[in-house]
């Protein structure tokens, strides 16, 4: 699975705004459809307290968090699924993000056009989710094709794949036409496996992203809102809510003191973007470990299940082939005991070789022979 997070969405809801408030790099925004058609790519911090913790205990001479990336999808309309405004090249973008940030209006604005006319985020979500699906069951349909000549072939190792493949097969086409994604299909681990060459949209997890205006920030009467989060209640899809405008206004703050100010200004504790960036992380599977002292205090990603050895290639790959040992503890401790020394002396510093399984909030500290 791509370890990146596609932000997609009706044209004119705020997606080239939020992120280009992201990632700080400007993506083009304009208030007329298909403005972005390349997708844009923006390498984003993911925030983390317990790395800011760590600064404060252990010194280094800088900080660095770790990160996700986000896509920019140019903005899908109905009847992208058979080619209307650059459908398919847009639909082939989503396929290669790990997971999607479907963003919804969710604001009132006269100055904004909106590509239905008006503004409804269940129509607006339906729309998205429509076209997905087709995409989806286009694709079901062409290996269905594809299977039964494979039932044919004289190999009988095609032929069987080929036939355990078509009951499924069937069975998520009939799935899909009832207008459900195929994350609402049941399925075992060997199915999945079975259809991860088709890179089904519908079964990426999502985060739905209300939009609203800076009135709407703190308003949890928000009706747009409220829909949103009734529809997104049923299959557990997590909700940020945000304000695009706002969050461009920070995004522009060079000086962490403003932005605090900013940030009490507008009544919130944390913009809805690292909210964002940190809930994407989590949903992708991406754990984090840290290295600490020195040089840098630093957050590094790993896929949950990842081995020390595994771990250590994510700094470099020559570290996995030397790797030895890793003594590690848990930040948490850390935090408790409020220093190194008093972790040693309470015993809590430990030596794991190379089947031990990197835990999230672990700081390592990496043996090897190159």
């Known amino acids: 699975m791509k370890l990146n997070c596609g932000i997609v969405g009706l044209p004119n809801v705020g997606k080239s705004t939020i992120f280009s408030s992201l990632s700080n790099a400007p993506a083009e925004a304009a208030n007329y459809p298909f403005c972005t058609i390349e997708p844009n790519v923006g390498i984003v911090a993911v925030p983390d307290e317990r790395l800011d913790k760590i600064d404060g205990l252990i010194k280094a001479d800088k900080k660095i968090y770790t990160t996700i990336e986000f896509v920019d999808i140019a903005g899908l309309v109905a009847g992208a699924s058979k080619g209307e405004g650059l459908g398919n090249k847009f ?18 604005d006269s100055d904004v056009v909106h590509v239905a006319g008006k503004v409804n985020p269940l129509n607006d ?14 694709s079901v349909n062409n290996r269905l094709e594809k299977n039964k000549k494979a039932l044919r072939s004289p190999d009988k190792k095609i032929s069987g794949l ?6 499924l097969l069937e069975k998520l086409k009939l799935h899909l036409d009832s207008g459900r994604r195929a994350s609402l299909f049941a399925m075992n681990e060997n ?25 709407g920030i703190n308003n949890p009467a928000n009706p747009y809102v409220k829909t949103v989060e009734a529809l997104a209640k049923k299959d557990n899809t997590p909700v940020i809510v945000l304000c ?15 932005k605090v100010m900013f940030l009490e200004e507008a009544g919130i504790t944390e913009t809805g973007l690292q909210k ?17 002292g020195g040089v840098e205090n630093r957050a590094w990603s790993f896929k949950a299940g990842t081995t020390a050895p595994e771990a250590a290639g994510v700094i470099h790959t020559d570290f996995t082939k030397g790797f030895i040992k890793a003594e590690t503890y848990n930040c948490a401790d850390l935090f408790e005991l409020g220093s190194e020394q008093a972790i040693k002396a309470k015993g809590k510093l430990r030596q794991e070789g190379k089947e031990y399984i990197v835990q999230d909030g672990d700081i390592m500290f990496f043996k090897f022979n190159l």
């Open 276 to 292: 964002l960036a940190r809930t994407a992380f989590f949903m992708l599977g991406l754990r984090t470990f840290f290295t600490v």
């Open 91 to 108: 639909l082939a973008n989503i396929r290669q993000c790990g997971m999607v940030a479907h963003v919804v209006r969710c604001f009132d």
């Open 162 to 167: 080929a036939a355990a493949e078509m009951e």
């Open 125 to 138: 979500i339906e729309v998205i989710e429509t076209e997905l699906i087709l995409a989806d069951l286009e």
């Open 191 to 215: 199915e999945l496996e079975l259809l991860s060459p088709l890179s089904l949209i519908t079964l990426k997890k999502q985060i739905f992203v209300c939009n609203v205006d800076e009135a």
């Open 244 to 258: 695009g405008k706002l969050e461009a206004e920070i995004s522009q703050l060079e000086n962490i003191e403003d």
